[in-house]
């Protein structure tokens, strides 16, 4: 079956770095998505990567690892509104993206 | 630039109700998509659509139907609610499905329906 497991909450502080791990096993795969979910809102594209490494974009990482089914999104100098939930997603086969519950990022002053 | 925007932004139904709910999207997407959100699961799809003309079965598709007639709207009609359909409905779309960067998905805001 096709199944994502990421923690559930996580609590960081503000100026601090975090790292949201995520594990997947997918039928198939063509890349994987971070998304953060802001509480009451939609959805929205952080990164993609398909191949192994790290991708970086400003304060947000993302690292994959193909063989070990596993990523994870880095966040630095974390700022208040960077308390959201943060949705792992890979593509399988069928170019459909099987999500997580995600996880609920916690930001303290 | 809209972007996707969805209609109604929340509603509350009696049972029973035929409800459509409205999604429309002004980037020339191929691709799109209707998940339902509830609390503590992730999104789980309901129907999806690869382009004007053609609609499949997510992984929750039963009391849902949809219709693709043009490139830019993806409604999805509830033909007699029930309330286990009480959750938050988000519409998405996306270029293509070529399993690549064109595969991201953009959300409209979502319509919270609450099924008494």
């Known amino acids: 079956g096709q199944n994502i497991d990421q923690p559930t909450e996580m609590t960081a502080t503000e100026g601090a770095i975090v790292q949201i791990n995520c594990t997947y096993q997918t039928s198939g795969f063509n890349g994987l998505f971070w998304y953060q979910q802001h509480a009451g809102e939609a959805p929205t594209f952080l990164s993609y990567?398909?191949l192994d490494g790290l991708e970086e974009k400003g304060r947000f990482s993302s690292f994959l690892s193909r063989s070990k089914g596993y990523s994870y999104l880095l966040l630095k100098e974390l700022q208040m509104k960077d308390s959201a939930s943060y949705l792992c997603a890979p593509l399988d086969s069928n170019y459909q993206l099987i999500w997580g519950a995600g996880t609920k990022l916690i930001i303290k002053p | 630039i809209a972007g996707i925007t969805q209609a109604p932004t929340s509603q509350i139904l009696a049972a029973g109700r035929r409800m459509t709910l409205r999604c429309t999207q002004d980037?020339?997407?191929?691709?799109m998509y209707w998940y339902r959100q509830d609390l503590g699961l992730g999104l789980r799809l309901i129907h999806y659509s690869n382009t004007a003309g053609t609609t499949g079965k997510g992984e929750v598709p039963d009391g849902y139907s949809v219709s693709r007639a043009n490139t830019d709207d993806f409604p999805l009609t509830l033909a007699s609610a029930v309330p286990s359909q009480t959750s938050v409905y988000f519409c998405?779309?996306?270029?293509?499905?070529?399993?690549?960067?064109?595969?991201?998905?953009?959300f409209g805001p979502g319509t919270r329906l609450t099924v008494l």
């Open positions: 998405a779309s996306s270029d293509s499905i070529a399993g690549g960067p064109t595969d991201t998905q953009y």
């Open positions: 990567n398909v």
């Open positions: 980037m020339r997407h191929n691709a």
